[in-house]
């Protein structure tokens, strides 16, 4: 079964960067789609970026688009999402996740991790 461990979530100001990893264990990372989500307080989960086996991606349009970036290396098991020009409300908690088909509907995804705090302070 594939457990993934997210890092890398802290304070930062607005407009500064920062980079989260998710590292799964398991045999099969490679055959898996890996996607980021985040959750602010008192909102929903909402989609932010996934990656393909075949590195195909898609970004949230509206919200993150040219300011995040999704990447992966196989080799080390490890998903990242670099996060640039940071706005107060990026503020969050961000899981990877991880499904077996492409999509960027949440309740497609099998396996979660358990979250890294992103603030951004103003």
């Known amino acids: 079964q594939e457990r993934l461990v997210e890092s890398g979530g802290g304070l930062v100001q607005a407009g500064g960067s920062l980079r989260l990893s998710c590292t799964a264990s398991g045999r099969i990372f490679s055959s898996y789609v890996m996607g980021w989500f985040r959750q602010a307080p008192g909102k929903e989960r909402e989609f932010v970026a996934v990656m393909g086996v075949n590195g195909g991606i898609i970004y949230d349009g509206d919200t993150v688009k040219g300011r995040f970036f999704i990447s992966r290396d196989n080799a080390k098991n490890t998903v990242y999402l670099q996060m640039n020009s940071l706005k107060p409300e990026d503020t969050a908690v961000y899981y990877c996740?991880?499904?077996?088909?492409?999509?960027?509907?949440?309740?497609?995804?099998?396996?979660w991790g358990q979250g890294t705090q992103v603030t951004v302070s103003s």
């Open positions: 996740a991880a499904a077996e088909s492409y999509t960027i509907v949440e309740g497609e995804y099998v396996y």
